[in-house]
């Protein structure tokens, strides 16, 4: 991959863009390098949208890594409703990320990868996906939108492996999604594993590790809050695009 080199005569023709960052609990801030999605990895939600909760080959995506919202703690962030659509869903999610990496790790390799976790949502344009599952075509234009991943403070997992705790989102205070980190169909230390045996890992990549059931539409005005035991919370408005 060509990098550039400050000593050479070539120089950038554009501004570069800034690299995207979630600032961290105490202080400084996560570069993000790329955003790893797994779908369908809570069993309530995989049948709620058609699918067989078995524990099949995961399934996956990706958005770019400028998808990422950050919502500092105390804060409020706004969500701007993304254009092309009608009926965008949201998604809780454990995020995990990553301070170190490698190919084809064991589980047991993995769990010494995470550097910390936050919560996150990811924004899902419903009706274009359903669009491009009934043409068979990717899902990128659903998934991989400007601001379409919301996220928290990164907390420092300190070596702590989470297997266990409350996820939940309430949107204008009622509960829309609970569940239970524990009913993940592949933890998080076999998620990275996973994505290990496709992706050379590195430092800065963040995993979302999927939603619990009771996804649903959100729209202009809309209060979202969400929660992961042992990590944080995540607040939210949607507010009109542009």
């Known amino acids: 991959m060509m990098s550039a080199d400050v000593s050479s005569p070539e120089r950038y023709l554009i501004e570069p863009a800034p690299r995207p960052v979630v600032p961290v609990a105490g202080g400084g801030l996560f570069p993000v390098r790329r955003i790893f999605c797994i779908a369908r990895n809570y069993a309530a939600h995989a049948r709620e949208m058609g699918a067989d909760p078995t524990r099949e080959k995961p399934f996956f995506f990706t958005k770019p ?3 990422v919202l950050p919502v500092r703690a105390g804060a409020t962030g706004e969500f701007p409703y993304p254009l092309a659509s009608q009926d965008v869903h949201h998604e809780i ?10 190919v084809n790790l064991t589980p047991e390799a993995a769990s010494a990868c995470i550097w910390g976790y936050a919560v996150g949502l990811d924004m899902t344009r419903r009706d274009l996906q359903a669009e491009a599952k009934a043409k068979g075509r990717p899902w990128d234009i659903a998934k991989a939108f400007d601001a379409s991943a919301p996220i928290s403070q990164i907390v420092p997992a300190a070596g702590r492996v989470l297997r266990s705790g409350e996820i939940r989102l309430d949107v204008n205070g009622a509960v829309r999604q609970r569940g239970d980190l524990a009913d993940m169909i ?6 990275i594993a996973f994505f290990s045996r496709y992706y050379h890992l590195q430092a800065g990549d963040l995993i979302f590790t999927g939603t619990p ?11 979202l809050r969400g929660e992961v035991a042992g990590v944080g919370e995540l607040d939210l408005r949607v507010v009109a695009g542009a």
């Open 65 to 67: 890594a400028d998808a």
């Open 93 to 102: 999610e454990l995020v995990v990320a990553l301070g170190s990496g490698g």
């Open 186 to 191: 592949w933890s998080v230390p076999e998620v």
């Open 213 to 223: 059931e009771g996804v649903g539409p959100v729209v202009v005005g809309d209060h």
